[in-house]
């Protein structure tokens, strides 16, 4: 099922040009088996190509992928049968009903589960009788992993899963891909929200025009790229004297005093040092805030742009 | 949906197009049924397989372990699932409503539908597969609904479009649906029977799926080449190969008027008020007769029916009188009967299609014919029987048997000896022995022919070869053992006791020279054989020897005699040019007196009389012959009511065919003349035609001489 090096998918050297236009540059990643792993970036970076040339549904321009041990171009049929999909912005008939809907794609399929216990899982064993169409936009997407998972896959795509739901159906998602690792799968998800690949992802990949810019866990990015964070600290009276710098790399104090601005790798201990020192000067604390460097600031670090753009 | 279009459509153009009559019910069935097919196949299968793209639902399935042709495949199962209820609804409620026969083969029927949903849902795949949108798969749905609606005969006959539209119709899948259709509910024909519509239906769904599935396309932003849309065309090779064909042998075209032919036979008609000739001698003052399927359904003494219980066309005709259709036993349809002015425009074949138009326009529904083109008799007689043309029925005596050199052999005797050898079979039979004699009766059966003639005259004033008594018996028994009826052509009183002799069924002129003996008569009487004496050929042959132009002048003639014909004819009465033709005619031994005398010797005797004209013969112009031989036989002294049973219930049973027509009886197929007065007061009635109803069909005698 997986390749020698305990991977559910590894890329070495992948290029895809559309004619004039290439949309991926070059790209070598692994997906480790059991880990949810992140392609991270912004739309038209690419996610959506290196996705579905690894589920077999596009040919690559050149490099080597291997797929659960599959070559998703040449195995395709294979591979399909083995591994679950959502794609984004897919739809069923308005007149399908749950039930049929689930029992219609399993066809396809040589190894299923069990459809009540499928439904129940994601919550929709009520709606098993409902039509397609009358689905709110959550129960939809819940029925879209749950077609992705009617043949137990051991290796999910999830390609963008939690885009225009709203935020309870995403939290109901997320818990749910919390609940796919805990099985032990292996899920590759795509996203634009930072937030999700902060939350999620055992490892990201960020993309930006067809390359990979960044590579590995979301707290080992920022430490390796940003670093520090910052410290915020407000206080009722103001302060005097200089602050311990030992460990920090900055410090700010505001013109009336009571506002101090800490740059530091290693937030935690810094502030502990900077608390009491206010502390013996007798001043009161108004606000302690410690902003920790985002994947977005990751992004701007290295590309300039923004995500969100 | 699915279910209410059709039926809605069934009760609606049923009540718009009086489909209870009988007629129209199987048009409106197949029509129904192919419109629903259509719908179900191009709105069904190509439209809605655009609008899954366009939503994305392709696109789930694409992530899925499988290829386009399951889909494909399961579009075509949903067609069927969705039409095969819809197809039993149709035909139940069309039972149920309109008395639409129970289809013969349900099984044919089903597989014909399977057959034809699945090549539309080919159809409609292939337009999704090319189709970039949804605005797009609609226009190319309509530029292949439009056609197959309008052109293949589902909504309009295909026999009333120009040919070159024919032509086209058989370029269509649907053309071969509809003539299918037609001909298993109207004739319960089987698949087999069909096997064009089944050809074309097969490989158009093979062509449009393998394409279908080549071009499938998953995803909305795939887009195709404008170029590859012709592939759509693809859809029509098959269509072409089998219409190429058809056109090659015209049997579809063939087909589709021989269905049309079958649905205007189905109508029903009420003719009311009416005097009725029964044919067998009795006389109904005023009645009515019902026709319905082709067939006499009721005769009723008196008013008859409601019109509106019986869901019929009314023919009022009080003051008129039904009879059966009249029979000329004896015609030469290869024979203008006259003088062409422009003989090289002569074709046989034009002239026997055109003579057998003339008799049904006259109100003579069948004819019998001996001595015209063997091949081309028969193959115009399947025409006509088919329903392919309009024309009276025609029976066919095969070649007369006669003498090498005798009477029949005239026309091919200046003919160089290679031509004569290739037309003389089409001509005549000249066994030179008894035993070649039984081989080509037998032969003849196999054709089959309708009955057999020979030929026993000598020529008297101017002798020609007569048949060796032993050859003659020989075609005789031989007749007697395959079960044809046998008619012998005679010259004089020594020919009819040798016909009769041989227990000949008619004795066909008897004879213009010499009187024929009593005893003869009471033989003929005895024997229960016919007496033909075509008074009309003898009257054409002094007219025409006394340059007499009056036959020519008849209301009748006028309206069917070819305009050439007319001309030529009257040149050939009045020139100085034809005088050694006229004066060689008038040296024929023929005695209209002795012919007359004859006649009425038979009547006395009580033989069974008929009416053959010999038309095609001077002035014995092809169609209202029969009405010019009846009033000959009335000056003659023959009661009228004689005269009209021996032109239509004699003639019948002669022809052995008296239990299909003949008479005014219920269950006979109905062909009627309708007539002005009453032909048993003045025998001239007979020729003032009001109406002629053919196999079930009220012909519309104007479209006669118009048939392409």
């Not at chain 1, 707290?219 to 005097?240: D, F, K, N, Y």
């Not at chain 1, 937030?267 to 013996?280: F, G, N, Q, S």
């Not at chain 2, 009819?496 to 069924?505: C, F, I, P, R, S």
Request: hydrophobic fraction near 45%; glycine fraction near 8%; proline fraction near 5%.
């Amino acid at each position: 099922m997986t390749d020698s090096g305990g991977n559910a998918v590894t890329v070495h050297g992948l290029w895809k040009d559309y004619g004039d236009f290439e949309a991926v540059k070059g790209i070598d990643f692994a997906v480790r088996t059991g880990e949810i792993f992140g392609l991270l970036g912004p739309n038209g970076a690419g996610k959506t190509t290196i996705v579905e040339i690894l589920e077999g549904l596009r040919s690559r321009t050149e490099g080597e992928v291997s797929v659960l041990g599959f070559d998703p171009e040449g195995q395709k049929d294979r591979l399909k049968d083995r591994i679950g999909v959502a794609l984004q912005a897919t739809n069923l008939p308005d007149k399908i009903t749950v039930r049929e809907a689930i029992g219609v794609f399993g066809s396809f399929y040589s190894h299923t589960v069990d459809t009540a216990r499928l439904l129940q899982r994601l919550d929709l064993w009520d709606k098993r009788s409902q039509y397609y169409g009358r689905l709110s936009g959550g129960q939809q997407q819940r029925l879209a992993l749950a077609l992705a998972l009617v043949n137990d896959p051991k290796l999910l795509f999830l390609d963008e899963p939690t885009t225009g739901l709203d935020p309870q159906a995403r939290l109901e998602v997320h818990s749910l891909i919390e609940e796919l690792r805990a099985e032990g799968r292996t899920v590759l998800l795509t996203t634009h929200y930072i937030e999700e690949a902060e939350k999620l992802c055992d490892r990201v990949a960020i993309i930006d025009e067809g390359r990979i810019v960044a590579l590995g866990a979301p707290a080992e990015i920022r430490a390796r790229t940003v670093g520090a964070s910052v410290i915020e600290i407000r206080c009722e009276q103001p302060l005097e004297g200089e602050p311990p710098a030992d460990n920090a790399e900055k410090i700010f104090v505001s013109e009336d005093g009571k506002e101090l601005t800490v740059t530091a790798a290693h937030p935690a201990r810094v502030l502990v040092e900077i608390v009491k020192w206010i502390d013996r000067q007798g001043v009161e604390l108004a606000d302690v805030r410690i902003k920790r460097p985002t994947l977005e600031d990751v992004f701007l670090e290295l590309t300039g742009k923004s995500l969100r753009e | 949906m699915n279910y209410v279009f059709p039926l809605i459509f069934l009760v609606v153009f049923g009540m718009l197009m009086h489909v209870e009559r009988g007629g129209l019910t199987v048009p409106v069935v197949t029509m129904v049924l192919v419109i629903a097919m259509l719908g179900n196949g191009l709105f069904g299968g190509g439209i809605r397989t655009v609008q899954d793209r366009e939503q994305n639902i392709l696109r789930r399935f694409r992530v899925a372990p499988i290829s386009p042709a399951p889909l494909l495949v399961a579009s075509m199962a949903t067609g069927l699932i969705l039409f095969l209820p819809a197809l039993v609804l149709i035909v139940v409620l069309a039972h149920i409503l309109y008395g639409l026969p129970w289809p013969a083969q349900w099984a044919s029927l089903l597989i014909l539908s399977a057959l034809g949903v699945v090549a539309f849902r080919a159809i409609g795949l292939i337009i999704a597969s090319v189709a970039n949108s949804s605005q797009e798969s609609q226009i190319l749905v309509q530029l292949v609904y439009l056609p197959m609606l309008l052109l293949s005969g589902t909504t309009l006959s295909i026999t009333m479009l120009p040919s070159w539209l024919q032509a086209v119709s058989q370029l269509l899948p649907a053309t071969y649906l509809v003539i299918a259709f037609d001909a298993m509910l109207l004739r319960g024909e089987s698949l087999a029977r069909n096997w064009p519509a089944v050809g074309v239906l097969v490989f158009t769904t093979a062509a449009a799926t393998i394409l279908a599935a080549q071009l499938f396309r998953w995803e909305k932003d795939e887009k195709l080449r404008p170029s590859a849309k012709l592939s759509l065309a693809a859809i029509l090779i098959p269509s072409l190969i089998f219409g190429g064909y058809q056109l090659h042998n015209n049997g579809q075209i063939a087909k589709t008027k021989s269905l049309h032919r079958g649905m205007l036979r189905n109508q029903t008609l009420l003719i009311r008020g009416a005097r009725i000739f029964i044919g067998d001698g009795r006389v109904i003052e005023i009645g009515a007769v019902l026709v319905r399927g082709g067939r006499i359904a009721e005769v009723y003494d008196g008013a008859g029916p409601e019109p509106k219980t019986l869901s019929a066309e009314v023919i009022e005709a009080s003051g008129k009188t039904v009879l059966p259709g009249l029979i000329d036993v004896q015609v030469n349809l290869a024979s203008p009967g006259g003088v062409l002015a422009t003989p090289r425009r002569y074709a046989p074949r034009g002239q026997m299609e055109r003579a057998l138009a003339a008799y049904l326009y006259s109100g003579i529904t069948a004819v019998r014919s001996a001595g015209d083109p063997f091949r081309l008799s028969l193959a115009i007689r399947a025409a006509i029987a088919q329903g392919q043309r309009l024309g009276a029925e025609l029976f066919v005596y095969g070649p007369p048997f006669t003498a090498p050199g005798g009477h029949g052999t005239e026309y091919t005797a200046n003919l160089p000896e290679f031509q004569r050898r290739q037309i003389e079979p089409e001509l005549v039979r000249l066994p030179a022995t008894a035993e070649q004699a039984r081989v080509q009766v037998d032969e003849l059966q196999t054709a089959p022919v309708d009955g057999i003639e020979a030929i026993l005259d000598s020529g008297g004033a101017r002798p020609v070869p007569r048949m060796d008594s032993d050859v003659f018996e020989a075609v005789t028994q031989e007749a007697h053992k395959d079960g044809l009826p046998l008619a012998v052509h005679t010259g004089d009183s020594r020919d009819v006791a040798e016909a009769l002799d041989a227990g000949a069924d008619s004795i066909e002129h008897g004879s213009y020279r010499d009187a024929i003996p009593a005893e003869s008569f009471a033989r003929m009487a005895r024997q229960r054989t016919a007496y033909d004496p075509t008074l009309s050929v003898v009257e054409g042959y002094r007219d025409f020897a006394e340059g007499n132009a009056a036959l020519l002048e008849r209301s009748l003639v006028e309206q069917v005699g070819p305009p050439d014909l007319l001309k030529g004819t009257r040149l050939a009465l009045s020139s100085p040019r034809f005088a050694s033709l006229r004066a060689g005619i008038k040296s024929y031994p023929l005695d209209f007196d002795l012919a007359k005398r004859n006649l009425i010797e038979a009547y006395r005797a009580g033989v069974m009389l008929v009416t053959g004209t010999d038309a095609g013969n001077f002035l014995v112009i092809h169609g209202p012959t029969v009405q010019r031989e009846l009033e000959l036989w009335v000056a003659a002294g023959i009661p009228p009511a004689v005269a009209l049973e021996a032109a239509t219930y004699n003639a019948a049973r002669l022809l052995h065919a008296d239990r299909r027509m003949g008479s005014i009886r219920k269950g006979l197929e109905a062909d009627l003349l309708i007539v002005d007065g009453n032909p048993l007061a003045d025998i001239a009635a007979a020729g003032n035609i009001s109406a002629v109803i053919f196999k079930g069909e009220h012909v519309d005698r104007t479209l006669l001489f118009h048939q392409e």
